[in-house]
């Protein structure tokens, strides 16, 4: 059974810091992009970040550039986002997805294969 766990997540203050992780077990995905996505209560669940298959390229949306990192082990089949310089805003459930069909960074949402579970960050003002 495929299984994405991301862990990590808690309540933080503006400005503090948090390194999610997610561990894939089931099989691996070091060929398939990996990806971060977020959904804030009452919003409609949004990308953050995307890797490649080898972490030699990512992709980020506007709002988290500069203050967060997606990287990843393959060895590990792990990936995680280094969440820096926090904002009230970055509060939401953050879901890490892989993809099976697509292995850069620019895949389509609905090429995401496998969903994790979510863990909640809370950013207090």
């Known amino acids: 059974q495929v299984q994405l766990v991301e862990s990590g997540g808690g309540l933080v203050q503006a400005g503090d810091s948090l390194r999610l992780s997610c561990a894939a077990s089931g099989r691996t995905f070091s060929t398939s992009a990996m990806a971060w996505f977020r959904q804030a209560p009452g919003k409609e669940r949004e990308f953050v970040a995307a890797?490649?298959?080898?972490?030699?390229?990512?992709y980020y949306t506007d709002s988290v550039k500069g203050r967060f990192t997606i990287y990843r082990d393959n060895a590990k089949n792990t990936v995680y986002l280094q969440m820096n310089s926090l904002k009230h805003e970055d509060t939401a459930v953050y879901y890490c997805a892989a993809s099976l069909r697509c292995s850069g960074y620019e895949c389509h949402t609905s090429e995401y294969d496998y969903w994790g579970q979510g863990t909640q960050v809370t950013v207090s003002s």
């Open positions: 890797i490649s298959w080898s972490g030699s390229n990512t």
